[in-house]
């Protein structure tokens, strides 16, 4: 679904990706995880064309990504970033149909469409006329990814969207994120800096270190048999928090 092949792109002359080989399938989710400033928000841009590569070529469902191509594959892609990027000016609701609205749906569509994601991001519709200042962090971001899937499209990608709120308020999300992913089996890149959290929420975890994989696979891979020193470190500076994900689900289940 996603392939950037060979990709490099630089800020100011300071190269942050350098020659990166990723593959996303369908259907999957991939976590990307790494120190601040490995890149990894940068991956998300670069699939979204929000940022264009110096070389190498990013493919969208197959096809290599050009400019004529940016506006329907956004229209195809959720993207919800770490504080949701509501407009504070606009209620839930006008938030979470804003897309709809401007592709002109018909209302009674968009209501509907509405209703169905309120049930499954289990935000209460009472909430749906107010403003974002007067929602919680947790229900700031269940309207986000309201309005990252509004258009149901095939790809989300989630920009370290948890890691703003408290543990508790996370941990609830964390578990309402991973089901809500496996019910509509999405194609999923996930962001964040947390591995016990790209453990839960991830098919498969890609270390980034200074713009390149380090190392990929599951949690266990990286922790049994890591690829360098660094992949050492970066899992002892998190092995406090790590939670193995059998654990973790059966911990949400009770």
Same mark, same amino acid.
């Given at each position: 679904?996603? =392939?950037?092949?060979?990709?490099?792109? #630089?800020?100011? /002359?300071?190269?942050?990706?350098?020659?990166?080989?990723?593959?996303?399938?369908?259907?999957?989710?991939?976590?990307?995880? /790494?120190?601040?400033?490995? /890149?990894?928000?940068?991956?998300?841009?670069?699939?979204?064309?929000?940022?264009?590569?110096?070389?190498?070529?990013?493919?969208?469902?197959?096809?290599?990504?050009?400019?004529?191509?940016? !506006?329907?594959?956004?229209?195809?892609?959720?993207?919800?970033? $770490?504080?949701?990027?509501?407009?504070?000016?606009?209620?839930?609701?006008?938030?979470?149909?804003?897309?709809?609205?401007?592709?002109?749906?018909?209302?009674?569509?968009?209501?509907? @469409?509405?209703?169905?994601?309120?049930?499954?991001?289990?935000?209460?519709?009472?909430?749906?006329?107010?403003?974002?200042?007067?929602?919680?962090? /947790?229900?700031?971001?269940?309207?986000?990814?309201?309005?990252?899937?509004?258009?149901?499209? &095939?790809?989300?990608?989630?920009?370290?969207?948890?890691?703003?709120?408290?543990? !508790?308020?996370?941990?609830?999300? $964390?578990?309402?994120?991973?089901?809500?992913?496996? @019910?509509?089996?999405?194609?999923?890149?996930?962001?964040?800096?947390?591995? #016990?959290?790209?453990?839960?929420?991830?098919?498969?975890?890609?270390?980034? @270190? &200074?713009?390149?994989?380090?190392?990929?696979?599951?949690?266990?891979?990286? $922790?049994? =048999?890591? =690829? #360098?020193?660094?992949?050492?470190?970066?899992?002892?500076?998190?092995?406090?928090?790590?939670?193995?994900?059998? #654990?973790?689900?059966?911990?949400? =289940?009770?």
């Amino acid at each position: 679904m996603i =392939a950037l092949e060979a990709v490099c792109k #630089s800020f100011s /002359g300071q190269p942050v990706i350098q020659g990166l080989d990723l593959r996303v399938d369908r259907g999957e989710s991939v976590a990307l995880v /790494g120190p601040s400033g490995c /890149g990894k928000s940068t991956v998300l841009r670069l699939i979204l064309g929000l940022l264009r590569p110096e070389s190498g070529i990013i493919r969208f469902d197959r096809r290599a990504l050009t400019r004529a191509d940016l !506006l329907s594959v956004r229209r195809r892609t959720g993207y919800v970033i $770490q504080d949701g990027g509501l407009f504070p000016h606009l209620t839930a609701r006008a938030n979470a149909t804003l897309m709809a609205r401007e592709l002109r749906w018909q209302p009674e569509k968009i209501a509907h @469409r509405l209703a169905e994601l309120a049930e499954l991001t289990r935000f209460p519709v009472d909430g749906l006329d107010r403003y974002p200042t007067e929602l919680s962090g /947790g229900q700031r971001q269940r309207v986000a990814l309201m309005r990252a899937l509004m258009l149901d499209p &095939d790809v989300l990608l989630l920009d370290e969207p948890l890691g703003a709120l408290d543990p !508790l308020i996370r941990f609830d999300l $964390q578990r309402d994120l991973r089901a809500i992913i496996r @019910r509509l089996g999405k194609t999923v890149v996930l962001v964040t800096h947390d591995l #016990s959290e790209a453990a839960y929420l991830g098919d498969r975890l890609v270390l980034l @270190r &200074d713009g390149a994989i380090e190392q990929q696979g599951r949690l266990v891979d990286l $922790q049994a =048999a890591p =690829a #360098s020193p660094f992949v050492s470190r970066f899992v002892a500076a998190q092995r406090t928090h790590l939670v193995d994900e059998p #654990s973790r689900a059966q911990g949400a =289940a009770r």
